[in-house]
């Protein structure tokens, strides 16, 4: 958001690459198995003398870069290898790291010309099948299974809930099951993983689940036009890392990013058509993603007051106040609830993101002062007592109230949280904190006190802004990695351990925004995130101190992308 402030650790990336080879690995047919099996027997026989490295399962002396590449999609379909009677069983390096692993003792399982991946033609995983089968260059198949396939299927009774699932390698087969669908993809995604890794799965289980339910990826498409496209390819590099919720912040005082019938005066010559967004929606879908959209107010109203002057806020003086709406003015909450009715039902997930934040009266050092009228109008509406505070509480208040009649769940930022007012903010919301530097700004806990759920975008380590202003510099992940968690709300240092759980901190997302749209192009964008969001979704899998240093996590980053 304009006018978010913190300062981030890490540098720019110099290092540039395409969508277009990342889908191109991402749906290459597997090859290069003579080549891992060579570099398995190595393996096998360094072990057999001695020791191990601890950051990759292999032989110490070999680094995780020696792994050997995996073969192009023109090399075709590989001819099944012969394989040893016993391999070593290393854990699955995979982003996020799998947070369980029993070793066994055999061959494992690689991809060959006669693997399959099978599931009930007529069951809920026959797209998982399909889908797994085009990324590895096998067939999918109703089964039975058989040597040499890979099984997934639902387990109703399956420990860890809907995003837990065990992945078994053994009698020259894999099987993943979960308790729902989400669970089994995430299965997928550690087998492809660790097949781009090391050409094969070994022998053993695994049993993952994430620690927290929410883990996601805000873009700020309001300051800067991202195609559909783009926005797609994140999506799919958001699946291959188990994150689940896309935050759309597509409306700002740059941008009214998609397409709106109900005021097509509002909407930039740049925008998603809403085909474009149910495409979006639909592909999120089939991957286990949940498309959050955000209509920002009563700030952030730029876009909607060039084409509504009259509704913009002015301040003693007379001065328009930018993207201020004027929140006395019942036309204000008409035309606002009106793009709320219009777009909930556009977004079929349970979120709708709110704003609230920055208001610019509250921003002032005498907001009564300042905007006598916002005063006089709070002391009419609740009381002697109160402050524009009040009147900024009520207006989120009547906002919520709108999507929660379209079934939906508000979420809102926390310097839209106003405390000790004489107008209490409704409940059944969620509180996204960001910050703790805006005037009047309150400590996470806090709002923790108050019986909020709070989820995690500290600015501190999970903003991206284009343009680096205001201290603001390109996180290269290094310090979400080593310092941050979904418990390190504010500054470097978690809340209280009776606070600092999935039910009170339900996760977190990594923030894109165009606050200096040139910047960078979409591209750099995308490059520029690519290490800090595999960061963010390790911390939001497993809060644990990761295993693999940071070196060896960038290195496993290029491998299994």
């Known amino acids: 958001m304009a006018g978010k402030r913190a300062v981030q650790r890490g540098g720019r990336h110099a290092g540039r690459r ?24 190595v393996v096998t026989a360094t072990q057999l003398t001695g020791g191990g490295d601890p950051d990759t399962g292999g032989p110490s002396g070999v680094t995780a870069g020696e792994q050997p590449p995996a073969a192009s999609a023109q090399e075709g379909p590989r001819s099944p290898s012969p394989s040893p009677r016993a391999r070593p069983a290393p854990e699955p390096r995979v982003i ?18 006669d693997s399959r991946v099978v599931a009930d033609p007529a069951g809920p995983l026959a797209d998982e099948a399909r889908r797994l089968a085009g990324e590895l260059g096998i067939d999918a198949s109703g089964g039975p299974a058989r040597a040499g396939d890979v ?32 669970g089994v993809f995430y299965g997928t995604r550690t087998l492809l993983q660790t097949v781009r890794d090391r050409g094969y799965v070994s022998e053993g289980e ?8 929410q883990r996601g990826l805000l873009i700020d498409t309001a300051r800067k036009h991202f195609p559909a496209d783009w926005i797609e390819d994140r999506v799919r590099e958001m699946a291959d890392l188990k994150l689940n919720q896309l935050h759309l912040h ?33 592909l999120a879908r089939s991957l286990h993603v949940t498309v959050v959209p955000e209509i920002d107010s009563p700030g952030h109203l730029g876009a909607v007051l060039k084409a509504h002057p009259d509704l913009q806020l002015r301040d003693a003086g007379g001065d328009p106040v930018r993207g201020a709406i004027d929140i006395t003015d019942p036309r204000a909450a008409g035309l606002v609830d009106e793009l709320l009715d219009e777009f909930a039902p556009l977004f079929p997930g349970r979120y709708f993101h709110l704003g609230g934040d920055e208001y610019a009266p509250l921003l002032r050092a005498d907001p009564a002062a300042s905007f006598p009228a916002l005063q006089r109008a709070a002391v009419r509406a609740h009381g002697p007592q109160a402050r524009i505070e009040d009147l900024a509480t009520a207006w989120l208040n009547d906002r919520a109230a709108t999507v929660t009649g379209h079934g939906k769940t508000p979420q809102v930022w926390n310097d839209g949280m106003h405390a000790d007012g004489a107008v209490e903010p409704s409940g059944n919301r969620q509180v996204t904190y960001w910050t703790g530097r805006e005037i009047g700004a309150r400590e996470p806990v806090s709002y923790l ?8 975008l500290n600015s501190r380590y999970l903003y991206y802004v284009l343009g680096e202003p205001n201290e603001f510099t390109y996180p290269t992940g290094e310090a979400i990695y080593e310092e941050w968690t979904p418990d390190v709300l504010r500054g470097s240092e978690p809340v ?3 606070y600092a759980n999935a039910d009170r901190i339900p996760g977190g997302r ?21 290490l800090p969001l595999a960061a963010t979704a390790q911390k939001l899998w497993d809060p644990a101190e990761p295993e693999l240093s940071w070196s060896r996590f960038t290195e496993l980053a290029d491998r299994v992308d």
């Open 18 to 41: 395409s969508d277009a080879r990342r889908r191109a690995r991402r749906h290459a047919v597997l090859g290069g198995a003579a080549l891992a099996f060579c570099a398995a027997t």
């Open 96 to 113: 996020p790291a799998v947070r369980a692993w029993e070793p066994g003792r055999g061959p494992g399982w690689e991809p060959g010309e």
């Open 151 to 182: 099984e997934l299927a639902v387990d109703p009774g399956a420990d860890g809930g809907r995003e837990a699932y065990t992945l078994t390698t053994g009698d020259g087969r894999v099987r993943i099951t979960g308790s729902a669908e989400a």
């Open 206 to 213: 695994v049993r993952d689940r994430p620690d927290r339910p």
């Open 250 to 282: 597509f409306a700002d005082d740059q941008g009214f990013r998609i397409e709106s019938d109900s005021h097509p005066e509002i909407v930039s010559e740049q925008h998603l058509t809403k085909d474009e967004v149910r495409g979006i929606i639909d």
């Open 449 to 456: 006190e108050e019986g909020w759920d709070l989820l995690n």
């Open 496 to 498: 209280p351990a009776r």
């Open 510 to 530: 990594f923030a894109v925004w165009c606050d200096l749209s040139g910047a960078q192009s979409t591209a750099e964008v995308a490059e520029g995130i690519r």
